[in-house]
């Protein structure tokens, strides 16, 4: 069974631009969750996704935001981008309905983006 | 003070020897995460828990919703083990997941 699948992996975008991230979950997973990892906060949750819908936020500001295709592909999006947008973003998927609250979770590699 | 809060912070252990990585938290949760980060950025999950324990393999997991506590415990370390080991819990009617910043594992031989 192929993994989670993030794309691009690595990347590089100027302030003010908006980039947009995709996430493929194991087929049969329809939780996808997104996070941010940095050097000075760590991980941070993002949002959580389940059968199109958004299911539970962190505290973002509202541009970041996200959505999920029919096929529970996910996509996230950051908008006006700034310089401490630069971070590793990894999606999860889960197998259970529950999502983050009772199932496993299967991280992607992540997308490993820069903002100049 | 941070709702999630893992000790040590860094850790260094000689091949063979008893892990224990500790995990409190400050508020009411639904469940708890351990996961595993290798360098390179790849995190594996290795246990989700609402109460008591698990184990699997050289791994065992146990959490004390009344104390807002929860350990891993790693039996028989290996080089393989080192990596960071993260603890991450659900909290709030919406759920949300907040992270501990991470104990860094050194197993040398």
């Known amino acids: 069974k192929a993994g989670v699948t993030q794309t691009p992996r690595y990347l590089i975008k100027t302030r003010g631009q908006q980039v947009t991230l995709s996430c493929s979950p194991i087929?049969?997973?329809?939780?996808v969750s997104w996070y941010q990892q940095t050097p000075g906060q760590g991980l941070q949750f993002l949002f959580e996704?389940?059968?199109?819908?958004?299911?539970n936020k962190g505290n973002f500001p509202g541009r970041f935001s996200g959505r999920q295709f029919s096929n529970s592909r996910s996509e996230m999006n950051v908008s006006t981008l700034e310089l401490g947008d630069s971070a590793l973003y990894l999606c999860?998927?889960?197998?259970?309905?529950?999502?983050?609250?009772?199932?496993?979770?299967?991280f992607g590699e992540g997308s490993r983006l820069t903002v100049l | 003070k941070n709702e999630v809060e893992q000790s040590p912070q860094n850790l260094t252990a000689q091949e063979g020897e008893f892990i224990t990585i500790n995990c409190s938290y400050s508020?009411?949760?639904?469940?708890l995460h351990w996961l595993q980060q290798h360098p390179g950025g790849g995190i594996v999950s290795l246990f989700m828990?609402?109460?008591g324990k698990k184990k699997h393999g050289r791994l065992i997991a146990t959490i004390n919703i009344q104390e807002k506590h929860s350990s891993l415990h790693i039996t028989a370390s290996h080089p393989r083990d080192s990596a960071v080991y993260i603890c991450?819990?659900?909290?709030?009617?919406?759920?949300?997941?907040?992270f501990g910043t991470g104990t860094r594992l050194q197993v040398t031989l």
């Open positions: 828990l609402s109460s």
């Open positions: 087929s049969g997973h329809r939780s």
């Open positions: 991450a819990v659900v909290t709030g009617t919406a759920s949300k997941l907040t």
């Open positions: 508020v009411g949760i639904s469940a």
């Open positions: 996704y389940f059968s199109e819908t958004q299911r």
């Open positions: 999860a998927s889960s197998p259970a309905s529950g999502g983050i609250n009772t199932g496993e979770l299967f």
